[in-house]
């Protein structure tokens, strides 16, 4: 496996703990609250700069219960 290949799974793999961890406590809560959370759940691993339309978008479905996967 290529070295970008092992990047790519290895940020795919924390993006997908970061959804998982956000939907566990976020469904059915205001998006603002879940949105401030996933940005929280970032941050933790490294991850800044997440545009604010990928952040709502993705609070929106964890609030609506929406199991998120990360590609």
């Given amino acids: 496996m290529s070295l970008e290949?092992?990047?790519?799974?290895?940020?795919?793999?924390?993006?997908?703990?970061?959804?998982?961890?956000?939907?566990?406590?976020?469904?059915g809560k205001p998006v603002d609250t879940v949105m401030k959370a996933l940005e929280r759940e970032?941050?933790?691993v490294?991850?800044?700069g997440v545009g604010k339309s990928d952040l709502e978008s993705w609070?929106?479905?964890?609030s609506?219960?929406?199991r998120l996967r990360a590609k």
């Avoid at 609070?59 to 964890?62: E, F, G, R």
């Fill in 5 to 27: 290949r092992d990047i790519q799974k290895q940020l795919r793999d924390t993006m997908q703990k970061v959804f998982d961890r956000a939907q566990r406590n976020g469904k």
């Fill in 42 to 44: 970032l941050k933790s």
């Fill in 46 to 48: 490294g991850i800044n």
């Fill in 59 to 62: 609070a929106q479905q964890i």
């Fill in 64 to 66: 609506e219960g929406v």
